[in-house]
């Protein structure tokens, strides 16, 4: 997740190591950067995990073929779920403060309120926050639900203070 590091370590390959095709990167952040190098230089790039929206979908870079989805595209179906199917009117959502965690979310957020859906409130939170307190203690009270857009050990984080401060008992959370 270090764009930096990305945008010098592509040229390298480019130039250096004389490669015909890019593959990768892993994360978001370092989508764009690639993505950049790519378009620069006109070796094709084959993009998998990062799911940055900006280089297929609004700044469509013609030298990147994506392989899996834009981070935004898994959120907009959850966003009709929710409102449609769970009824939730008035959420909160919790995200990761980073490219995948920002368009995931804002892609239910997009959907849910386009169907007319009320956003009380949205908390991004860095990836590796410790102590998730201060984000649950933030919750919206009047919200009927809350989002989770949360990966790997933040995730456990984020439930040990779920259900340690006992909102198990005030909200849902999807």
């Known amino acids: 997740?270090?764009?930096?590091?990305?945008?010098?370590?592509?040229?390298?390959?480019?130039?250096?190591?004389?490669?015909?095709?890019?593959?990768?990167?892993?994360c978001g952040p370092e989508g764009p950067a690639v993505a950049q190098v790519s378009k620069?230089?006109?070796?094709?790039?084959?993009?998998?995990?990062?799911?940055?929206?900006?280089?297929?979908?609004?700044?469509?870079?013609?030298?990147?073929?994506?392989?899996?989805?834009?981070?935004?595209?898994?959120g907009h179906p959850f966003g009709d779920y929710l409102f449609k199917e769970l009824g939730a009117r008035n959420v909160t959502f919790i995200g990761q403060d980073y490219?995948?965690?920002?368009?995931?979310?804002?892609?239910i957020v997009q959907t849910y309120k386009e169907l007319g859906g009320n956003?009380?409130?949205?908390?991004?939170?860095?990836?590796?926050?410790?102590?998730?307190?201060?984000t649950v203690a933030a919750i919206a009270q009047d919200?009927?639900?809350?989002?989770?857009?949360?990966?790997?050990?933040?995730?456990v984080r984020l439930f040990e203070a779920w259900f340690g401060f006992g909102m198990d008992k005030r909200f849902k959370i999807y």
Do not use: C, F
């Not at 390298?12 to 990167?25: A, D, F, N, Y």
């Not at 280089?55 to 013609?62: A, E, F, G, L, Y």
């Not at 919200?143 to 995730?155: E, F, L, N, P, W």
């Open 143 to 155: 919200s009927d639900a809350v989002v989770a857009v949360v990966v790997g050990a933040d995730r």
């Open 1 to 26: 997740s270090k764009p930096d590091k990305a945008i010098t370590q592509a040229p390298r390959m480019v130039h250096q190591k004389k490669v015909q095709i890019m593959s990768g990167p892993l």
């Open 99 to 107: 490219t995948w965690g920002h368009e995931v979310t804002l892609g």
């Open 119 to 134: 956003v009380a409130k949205i908390i991004w939170n860095p990836i590796v926050t410790k102590d998730y307190g201060p």
């Open 40 to 74: 620069e230089t006109g070796i094709p790039l084959v993009m998998d995990t990062a799911g940055a929206d900006d280089v297929t979908k609004w700044n469509r870079t013609p030298t990147v073929v994506r392989t899996a989805v834009s981070a935004s595209q898994i």
